[in-house]
Nanobody
Framework: QVQLVESGGGLVQPGGSLRLSCAFSGFSFSRNTVGWYRQAPGKRREFVAAISSDGTTTYADSVRARFIISRDNAKNVVYLEMNSLKAEDTAVYYC????????????WGQGTQVTVSS
């Protein structure tokens, strides 16, 4: 059974940093593109970043140059390093595997809450 477990969220001040982790189990992690999404209160879930099996990365315009996605295929973990955080980054962050057109195809995990506030 596939399982996704996100962690690393918390409360941080504007301009601060956080590092999120997502552990995959029961899934061919190394052969797939994986990534992060987020959902702010009252808004739709949106794409944040992805990393392909060969390490190619893509980012939403709103986070490019501030967030860095990486992966550890030995541990089946994907990371999201978030820097220069803004209030508008406040959301629940989720990981998933992606098919074409950034379409997530696994059941969602519980997510991890990120709150940016002074």
């Amino acid at each position: 059974q596939v399982q996704l477990v996100e962690s690393g969220g918390g409360l941080v001040q504007p301009g601060g940093s956080l590092r999120l982790s997502c552990a995959f189990s029961g899934f061919s992690f190394s052969r797939n593109t994986v990534g992060w999404y987020r959902q702010a209160p009252g808004k739709r879930r949106e794409f944040v970043a992805a990393i392909s099996s060969d390490g190619t990365t893509t980012y939403a315009d709103s986070v490019r140059a501030r967030f860095i996605i990486s992966r550890d295929n030995a541990k089946n973990v994907v990371y999201l390093e978030m820097n220069s955080l803004k209030a508008e980054d406040t959301a629940v962050y989720y990981c998933n595997a992606l098919a074409a057109l950034r379409t997530p195809f696994l059941s969602w995990g519980q997510g991890t809450q990120v709150t940016v506030s002074s």
